[in-house]
């Protein structure tokens, strides 16, 4: 799954440059603050980061679809709860990396400032990094869809992010929330 998502993104970067000059490609930089929603998460916010670029398929003046390849860093801190139990992990900070790709629905309200919302699909790319103590993989590392929404008021954005059942942990719904804050530049 991930390779198609590759290859998909790939042919539509290289197709960028043969395409209609409306349609616009850029970069994405910026910070994130990430929690873990669960029972083995404590309820706080960590730093992380966002990179990554977009393209915009104009389809009206104001409406657009922009997929956005990018790696992110989440961080999540975990509780040592039910330490006895073979499927707990030891507490502590964990840093996830994600490449995933929204491919959202961009409405500009006015110029300057738009809105978006759309589905997004997500690769764990260190599943395997951290393990319960029953030596299984504590994190789930398949492919996951998850929704992102926000604006952006010029060259500056605002996401939330929801990614759902990220865990092994427990047999609990365990969440990955997100709130990006970055800056964009337009290449063309």
């Not at 922009?66 to 961080?75: G, L, T, V, Y």
């Not at 393990?131 to 929704?147: C, E, L, P, Q, V």
Request: proline content about 3%.
């Amino acid at each position: 799954m991930c390779r198609i998502v590759l290859l998909i993104v790939s042919v539509l970067f290289l197709s960028v440059r043969h395409a209609d000059a409306q349609i616009g490609a850029g970069l994405l930089l910026g910070g994130n603050l990430s929690k873990g929603d669960g029972p083995y998460y404590r309820s706080q916010h960590k730093l992380g980061l966002q990179v990554g670029g977009y393209l915009n398929f104009p389809i009206t003046n104001r409406l657009s679809i922009q997929p956005e390849p990018q790696f992110s860093i989440a961080r999540v801190h975990t509780l040592d709860a039910g330490a006895d139990i073979g499927n707990s992990i030891e507490h502590g900070n964990k840093s996830l990396q994600y490449f995933s790709v929204p491919v959202l629905l961009k409405f500009e309200l006015i110029p300057q400032l738009s809105v978006f919302a759309g589905a997004e699909y997500n690769k764990l790319l260190n599943g395997n990094s951290y393990t319960m103590r029953n030596r299984g993989d504590a994190f789930r590392d398949g492919s996951k869809i998850g929704y992102t929404l926000g604006f952006e008021i010029s060259r500056f954005y605002f996401r939330y992010r929801h990614i759902g059942d990220i865990d092994h942990l427990s047999s609990h719904h365990s969440d990955l929330q997100q709130y990006q804050l970055g800056v964009k530049w337009r290449l063309f």
